[in-house]
């Protein structure tokens, strides 16, 4: 009996974890939608030599991480609702090729979300646009 008060008060310490990092401010997302996601990228080391700043000491050289906003556009081809951990799964295509990429919502590493377009479908998972190209990968617009 003792345990499972302890359970109990543990699991309601991770939902009150949870409940402070979900975001709140994220537009209603479906899918179908084509999304631009701002994603933050942490670049590589970014060596600044001290001969810029007039010192002579080549062995004194500042690292520092270069982060920078990259855009994704894309269709939304699936979507997973589970609080925290819900996750959209991002398709476009780039030289080419197909890309699909998993972004979870509620990350700190998603800055932005912005919806451009909205399209009707009758499914839930978009998978069968995996083997369409080009124009039969259209979709029909949301009015």
């Known amino acids: 009996m003792v345990w499972s008060k302890k359970i109990m008060k ?3 310490i991770v939902y009150q974890i949870d409940k402070i990092q979900l975001k709140n401010d994220l537009p209603l997302i479906s899918v179908g939608d084509t999304v ?3 994603v933050l990228i942490q670049e590589g080391k970014k060596q600044e030599d001290d001969k810029k700043k007039g010192s002579s000491k080549k062995s ?3 690292n ?3 982060e920078r906003i990259q855009p994704y556009e894309g269709t939304v ?3 997973h609702k589970a609080g925290i951990h819900s996750t959209i799964t991002v398709r476009r295509i780039f030289q080419g090729v197909g890309v699909e990429r998993v972004f979870t919502i ?3 590493f998603l800055k932005t979300i912005q919806i451009i377009q909205r399209a009707q479908v009758r499914k839930a998972k978009l998978y069968y646009l995996r083997n369409r190209v080009g124009k039969a990968t259209r979709l029909k617009r949301k009015n």
């Open 106 to 108: 509620h990350s700190p």
């Open 64 to 66: 520092s991480l270069v």
């Open 77 to 79: 081809i699936a979507q």
């Open 60 to 62: 004194e050289q500042k």
């Open 36 to 38: 631009k996601i701002g």
């Open 10 to 12: 543990l699991q309601e």
